[in-house]
């Protein structure tokens, strides 16, 4: 009993398997995260080609516009990379650019989104049109929800760096963000292959 | 949270009181387990009522005790209420309590989460039970199928209360098992290796895989609904060319893990008393671990046994027989391994002890009747009839609840210090068993004559009357067993007789500290070597360091953030029911207030 006091005070922070807590609690997260994208998913494939009325994917869907905007969203992955690797390094300037950039490649996206649905929109597709809008709008919305609030989130990180409360000791939390992002990167990879380029 | 929390202290301080605002505010695990327990007997006791006015209705034929309107709402939230607001909350009370106790740790991964997921559980009921007050519960089914409930079936916020309500409730479920499966793979004491934890927090560990996976399916079916019924989207709508058979598929992709989600925390449960009473280790240990596992995995491909009345075709429909008849295997596992353990032990028979065996028993009566219908051709005669209310009550009731009951006299004296009543408790337990018998045995045989679930009367030519009043009467018993419990816990938590650290003689870690443990649950964390921790040799050593006088522990302080950001996620659904799109952005905007001030709010 009188060694309790002698043990180090991180004995109650180890962990059994040496993984940050939040890190793993994350992962667990965005497995949950998987099986809700890929409900949205199956639903979208499942009601391809039920449409009853048009318009019809092929009449309305620019292929070369979403493909821009899904290579703006591919490289705001880098851009969290290198906003980690600024954190990383303590590098506050390389903190500081990569994380804006990242929010800002994020935030074009979401323009090239609202301009997509408001074009659908005047070309008389909206989500009680037919299946293709229902499934189409709640798909892709969902996700645009998702980068909208990884870029709130990038924000504020951005905030916290400008403030110089972003040091290296606090990496792990970038890294945690850029987890969200990769993932919501990776759900538009399916997103738009399923949706945009099988035929 | 972690490494912030690092705080050097002499002495352990406990975070003080006793009042409202400190249960407002708690994130220790055992305080949040007895809101969890608490507030499901109370779902419990309102679900029973709906249950007995049912039964009420149900007692003659021809009954005129209630409206059919009224019967709709009844028997869906007497399912609702069972299903969401007691089966799982209560499972989730025992997670709480006992999963950091098991592994040696002083409180859940995210402490404060945990707390939101309860103020989530709280409020998401509070919500659901509000639509009594405009008389528009939800009247669908628990299970909701379209298109009943479709705008054109349902004009009424029957349905938006039904989909709000869960969604929110699925929000905490998904919070939940994060929680936990962050806690059992991260926070396990030194030698507390995944094949020494003991069964309940396998199960639980399973559990919560089911809960993280299968709740963002019914997160998608419900969203679906709530478009198709504020938007005008197309999901369910058969004229758009959209089919109603897709909520089938993903209510029940979510429904099937939902049943293991209900049943493996019982099993847990059983594969901890069984041994302490029979004083031997439970037989088959890693057997019992892997059958578990197996449960948990096969219950995700087996939904469609839900739905073979919708002509799913012969090749869905033998797939689905298959894999629903291989689920008992692994069932059947357990039930033997229980037997195994048992025999030749030397047998004490407790009040958990009786709830335990009538489970294994009772819940075997539950099994077989639901091999039977997984054999689609058979399924075609019982299906919508009272055969399936039969089986899902034998393994729901005889299986969940009686487990619950075990678990509750069986772990009662770790959490006051305090014996329940012994003598109450057989009352208890034989008035639960006769009731429970009574109450659904003759249900077979209703079914089988032909009497359809979810009609609020029948004839007397159905030849049911009297099987229809056996099962009044053995309702009654039940409620009055259940109405036992209630008054055993409420005497026996001051006048109990006091119990010891290891009061049963069990071998799990949680005995080894002190009853009822200190905030910070063990003075040291033992170091483990074994999966008998108290049966084996180094037992003094476990239960020294476990009752050790704490040093300097940092334990997480109270938050009032999550009872907040609970009140703006609820709240975010609720405000779906006015209609206007922007009303769910003030939840929102209540929400994001919280967030950020949890995530700025120092934890040491």
Redesign the interface.
Known sequence: ?NH????P?????E???G????K??FW??L???T??FG??IA?YM??KG????PPYPSQILNIPLTSISTFVLLMSSLAMVLALAGVQRGNRAQTLTWLLATAALGSLFLGFQAFEFTEFYHKGLT??T??F???FF?LTG?HGAHVTVGVIWLLMLWVQALRGRLGAERALTVEIAGLYWHFVDIVWIAIFTLIYLLE | ???A????R?EFEPHGGTGIWSWITTVDHKRIAILYYVTSVVFLVLGGIEALIIRLQLAQPNGTVISAETYNQLFTMHGVTMVFLMGMPISVAFFNYLIPLQIGA?DV??PRLNALSYWIFLFGGIFLYSSFLVGQAPNGGWFGYAPLTSKQFTPGLNADFYSLGLQALGVAS?MG???F??TI????APG?RLMRMPLFTWMSFVTSFLL??????L???L??LT?DRQ?????YQVA????PI?WQH?FW?FGHPEVYILILPAFGILSDIIPTFSRKPLFGYAVMVYSGCLIGLISWGVWAHHMFATGLGPIADSFFTISTMIIAIPTGVKIFNWLATMFGGQLRFTTPMLFSIATVGLFTVGGISGVMHAASPADLQQTDTYFVIAHFHYVLVAGTVSAVMAGTYYWFPKVTGRFMSERLGKWNFWLFFIGMNLTFFPMHFIGLLGMPRRTFTYSPDLHVTNLNLSATIGAFILAIAFLLLIVNVLISRRNGAPASHNPWGAATLEWATSSPPPEYNF???PVIHNREPLWLPGKEEVV?AAQ???????MPPPSFWPFFTAIGIVGTFALFLTGHWWAPLIGVAWTAIGIVNWAYEPTH
């Open positions: 009993m309790a006091a002698a043990l005070a991180e004995e109650h922070f962990t059994s398997t993984l940050n807590t939040f793993l609690g667990v997260f497995g949950s995260e099986l809700f409900s949205l639903t499942v009601y039920a449409s009853v009325t989500l009680q037919n299946l809008g229902s499934t709640i969902f | 949270m972690a490494t929390e690092a705080r050097v002499a002083r991964a995210f998904i098992g994060v929680n499966i962050t793979i991260n926070m396990r507390m993280i996976t299968a709740l963002p399916v997160a998608v079916a969203f679906f478009f938007w005008g989207t197309n999901f758009a060319g959209g089919d897709l993903l992709m003075g040291r964390i020294e050790a006088r704490p040093g300097a522990i940092h």
